[in-house]
T-cell receptor, first 114, second 115 residues
Framework: AQSVTQLGSHVSVSEGALVLLRCNYS??????LFWYVQYPNQGLQLLLK??????LVKGINGFEAEFKKSETSFHLTKPSAHMSDAAEYFC????????????FGTGTQLKVEL | EPEVTQTPSHQVTQMGQEVILRCVPI?????FYWYRQILGQKVEFLVS????????KSEIFDDQFSVERPDGSNFTLKIRSTKLEDSAMYFC?????????????FGSGTRLTVV
């Protein structure tokens, strides 16, 4: 079984500030990890994914995430927030074998202030 | 870029009625999924489908739900007798292969409102 915990349901940053969204996972086998973004009234857009290659993963819109096995973490960062980054962010895990369904975290709403 | 298409984008139905949500996955993908998101809550897995049969389903996916790939392109989710608590955004997703590092491609969702 796998699960994801996202710490902080709401995060607020100033424009230009560092964005850090936290995700910890639990998995019985080596996982695939994903970050998705959801803008209001829209679907889920893939930001980036970890699939057992490089532990530092770069995604779209300047986001990146680092897979840390020792900490079972996959935190999402962006050096400088932009107003357009305001959205809900979901961390998700899937097993590399077995069912392959995605298990999502509860989401973090990112607010960017002037 | 290939995309997953869902229709309709919004559907309002009366409690007890049957609804069919439609999805056209990416053409060369082999694995298909339905997820739902109740307003303000997280995205939940409903069912996965491969080789014309269900490969996994969640506790949510009870006898009121069914899926079908009738013509090799469409992938449908049917709810036989809708309940108020079925009101949610329903997302279809497809994936090229089971261990595909390309991950899932999601549609933009169908917002189902049961009144």
């Amino acid at each position: 079984a796998q699960s994801v915990t996202q710490l902080g349901s709401h995060v607020s940053v100033s424009e230009g500030a560092l964005v850090l969204l936290r995700c910890n996972y639990s998995s019985s086998v080596p996982p695939y990890l994903f970050w998705y973004v959801q803008y209001p009234n829209q679907g889920l857009q893939l930001l980036l994914k970890y699939t057992s290659a490089a532990t530092l993963v770069k995604g779209i819109n300047g986001f990146e995430a680092e897979f840390k096995k020792s900490e079972t973490s996959f935190h999402l960062t962006k050096p400088s927030a932009h107003m357009s980054d305001a959205a809900e962010y979901f961390c998700a895990v899937s097993l590399t074998g077995g069912g392959n369904k995605l298990t999502f975290g509860t989401g973090t709403q990112l607010k960017v202030e002037l | 870029e290939p995309e997953v298409t869902q229709t309709p984008s919004h559907q309002v139905t009366q409690m007890g009625q049957e609804v069919i949500l439609r999805c056209v996955p990416i053409s060369n993908h082999l694995y298909f999924y339905w997820y739902r998101q109740i307003l303000g809550q997280k995205v939940e897995f409903l069912v996965s489908f491969y080789n014309n049969e269900i490969s996994e389903k969640s506790e949510i996916f009870d006898d009121q739900f069914s899926v079908e790939r009738p013509d090799g392109s469409n992938f449908t989710l049917k709810i036989r007798s809708t309940k108020l608590e079925d009101s949610a955004m329903y997302f279809c997703a497809s994936r090229a292969s089971r261990g595909s590092p390309d991950g899932y491609t999601f549609g933009s969702g169908t917002r189902l409102t049961v009144v």
